[in-house]
């Protein structure tokens, strides 16, 4: 177990280095080792999803991360999410967000962020922008916090004239 904790470290600085090839192979080495190692999964997911734009391959591997995982490395339940929106998939992604927020040390305002972009794309203002607020009140990050700020903006940009003014009412 030692030897694929040391190797991980190695996919992390060969990540950070963006040497994505080192990386890839490593985590195939961890996984020629332990199958169920849940964290090399992740990493594979996201090789997949971002660099190789195998986006099958990538949902493989985040589902065998969640498997394998059970609850403990919640940085997936986040990229697993963003994989299944950008493909429309809102059931499924609703599934592993709330999944997600039951999870220890979960990003739970990104996670909440994620719901606001599916109620969005789904054109459901009014519960973006709920989830958008919530969103902004669990996010600790600054940067994160003002582009929070603009996407409540611009959702409320969308309502219609009589759901301005409703807002408007509650909030004036």
Request: aromatic share 14%; charged share 30%; proline share 2%.
């Amino acid at each position: 177990m030692q030897d694929v904790e040391n190797l991980f470290l190695e996919v992390s600085k060969a990540i950070d280095e963006r040497d994505i090839s080192a990386a890839k192979e490593l985590l195939e080495e961890i996984l020629s080792i332990d199958p169920g190692y849940g964290r090399a999964h992740n990493h594979l997911g996201w090789i997949y999803e971002t660099k190789i734009k195998d986006f099958e391959r990538a949902k493989r591997h985040y589902e065998l991360a969640i498997k394998f995982c059970k609850g403990t490395y919640p940085v997936v339940y986040v990229n697993f999410s963003y994989l299944l929106i950008e493909f429309g998939d809102y059931e499924k992604a609703i599934e592993i967000i709330s999944e997600g927020l039951k999870t220890k040390g979960a990003d739970k305002a990104t996670l909440q962020y994620q719901k606001g972009k599916i109620a969005e794309y789904q054109q459901d203002f009014k519960s973006a922008l709920s989830q958008y607020e919530l969103a902004r009140k669990l996010s600790f990050n600054k940067e994160f916090h003002s582009m929070l700020e603009n996407e409540i903006a611009r959702v409320k940009s969308k309502f219609s004239f009589w759901d301005k003014f409703l807002l408007w009412i509650k909030n004036p």
